[in-house]
Nanobody, 115 residues
C-alpha cells in the first residue's frame, strides 16, 4: 500500500516561512497528482495545493502567491514552500495523492503560526 510521510512542520512567527516535505514509498509521484490539504481544530479538511504529473499546479486562493508546491521525482518527494505565513495558516497539513480514483493520505504534520 502507498505510504506518505510528511515532515517539516513546526512553530513560526507570522511572516515566517516553512518548507514541508512529503516522501512516498515507490515511484508513484512521477505519474500521479500529489497535493496538500490542511485541517484546523473544529474545521473541515481543506484543499491547499496540488501538482499534476504534467507539472501544472493549483492553489487555494488564500495561499496563492505565498505557497509553492514542487516535486522531485528522483527522490519521490513533494514539497510545500510556505512564505508570509499567517496565524490562519495554523493547521495539520496532510500530504495526498490519488491513483485511479483511490485517495491516499499521510498522517500529517503540525504547522503553528504565532501572532
Amino acid at each position: 500500500q502507498v505510504q506518505l510521510v510528511e515532515s517539516g512542520g513546526g512553530l513560526v512567527q507570522a511572516g515566517g516561512s516553512l518548507r514541508l516535505s512529503c516522501a512516498a514509498s515507490g515511484g508513484i509521484f512521477s505519474n500521479n497528482p500529489v497535493g496538500w490539504y490542511r485541517q484546523a481544530p473544529g474545521k473541515r479538511r481543506e484543499f491547499v495545493a496540488l501538482i499534476h504529473n504534467s507539472g501544472s499546479t493549483n492553489y487555494y486562493d488564500s495561499v496563492k502567491g505565498r505557497f509553492t508546491i514542487s516535486r522531485d521525482n528522483g527522490k519521490n518527494t513533494v514539497y510545500l514552500e510556505m512564505n508570509s505565513l499567517k496565524p490562519e495558516d495554523t493547521a495539520v497539513y496532510y500530504c495526498y495523492t490519488n491513483i485511479y480514483g483511490v485517495a491516499y493520505w499521510g498522517q500529517g504534520t503540525q504547522v503553528t503560526v504565532s501572532s
